[in-house]
């Protein structure tokens, strides 16, 4: 799961060579393509699921682009990680001596060439993506064979099924796509190779999730030489990037063993706790029932929080949707975001609640969301 920015549209082909449906190009989870992503909430793609609080790692200057350059900054790297975190130096050493740099992840994370063209963001072709009939259908028969596992994730945390099984749908189509990448690798290439100089803080994100990596293998929650994820470094059916399992994972039954690449249990029980450790509210809607004036674009602040409210939203000429009634909602702070079809100029402008702030944390753009919502709630139709 940045301080929003625009991000650049990257092709569906880039998406399914990440191996994770939902990280499109988009890191919740993946970077520039990544899931640590400062990708704006505007902003279809790239998705780090998850990197709201990038963990802390060594400070080492990174830029080699020769193995013999890379081989030392890793091994400062090292060094340095195994003493702030008290790890063993020469297991460190060992682990980051087997990371292998791949060309084909640095390929994909590679911005366009100065002057290409842009790809214009398109609401309803990133939506078409995820909220499909394949998508819809294998869902539904998800939230029937994982009834149990949903109901008791609801009721501990508050978070609705269908929100729990749209993630998973959105980010690994039920656990079915979770990644074709060594995870150990990609976060290498990726800390000490990024190809963006103008952007050393996405460099610093993937050092941090590498320390992390490192830390999960050495402490025995995961093996960091056999893991697999996508191109950005997320990991498991929810696309967990390393700082995540480290902070929101959780195992379904209490124990100290968490797997969130086979044990959906797991897995459903994480996606309802980051959620929650970011701010989602049990009862709250994803969005507000709420008819909105052609004005309010100016409302539009492009963050990822809720810095309005009803009354103000009145004022400004909004009005309850036909039927709805003015519930927990209306005393929640809300948010106006617009879902572009750049292509013709249109715009479709959403109320959102702290629920929907909660999701763009998984994935900083407001159409992974509002994706997730949308997927959510077909879901829930029958």
């Not at 279809?44 to 963990?55: G, R, V």
Request: proline content about 7%; some cysteine.
């Amino acid at each position: 799961m940045f301080a929003p920015r625009r991000l650049i549209l990257m092709s569906l082909t880039i998406a399914v060579l990440s191996g994770c449906s939902g990280t499109v190009v988009s890191p919740s989870q993946s970077a520039d393509a990544g899931s640590a992503n400062k990708a704006s909430p505007k902003t279809p793609e790239i998705k780090l699921p998850d990197a709201a609080k990038p963990s802390q790692a060594p400070t080492i200057p990174v830029g080699g682009h020769t193995q013999a350059s890379r081989r030392t900054a890793l091994k400062e790297f090292g060094v340095e990680l195994a003493a702030s975190r008290q790890l063993s130096e020469a297991r460190v050493l060992k682990l980051i001596d087997e990371a292998r740099y791949n060309p084909t992840i640095i390929r994909i994370v590679t911005p366009p060439a100065a002057g290409q063209p842009r790809v214009p963001r398109s609401w309803a072709n990133y939506r078409g993506r995820f909220v499909e009939p394949i998508r819809i259908n294998q869902g539904r028969a998800f939230m029937q064979q994982y009834a149990n596992e949903l109901d008791r994730a609801t009721k501990r945390y508050g978070v609705p099924q269908n929100i729990i099984a749209a993630i998973i749908g959105v980010e690994t189509l039920y656990g079915k796509s979770q990644g074709n990448f060594r995870v150990l690798d990609a976060l290498a290439s990726l800390g000490f190779d990024y190809p963006n100089p103008k952007r050393p803080d996405r460099a610093a994100m993937f050092r941090g999730q590498l320390a992390d990596l490192i830390e999960l293998d050495l402490t025995g929650k995961l093996d960091a030489r056999a893991i697999k994820g996508s191109y950005a470094g997320a990991i498991g059916i929810p696309q967990f990037m390393p700082g995540s399992i480290k902070r929101f994972a959780v195992s379904a039954t209490g124990s100290n063993s968490i797997d969130l690449s086979n044990n959906m249990s797991d897995a459903i029980m994480s996606v309802a706790n980051f959620l929650i450790e970011h701010g989602w509210q049990r009862g709250l809607p994803v969005f507000a029932p709420v008819t909105l004036p052609a004005s309010a674009d100016k409302l539009v602040d492009g963050g990822l929080k809720a810095n309005l409210d009803w009354p103000q939203l009145r004022a400004a000429g909004a009005k309850l949707a036909p039927g709805a009634k003015e519930t927990a909602w209306a005393r929640a702070p809300l948010g106006v975001i617009d879902l572009p079809e750049e292509a013709s100029g249109r715009v479709e402008l959403r109320t959102a609640t702290p629920n929907f702030f909660a999701i763009t944390q998984y994935n900083r753009s407001y159409f992974y969301a509002a994706s997730v919502a949308d997927l959510a709630q077909a879901l829930e139709t029958r």
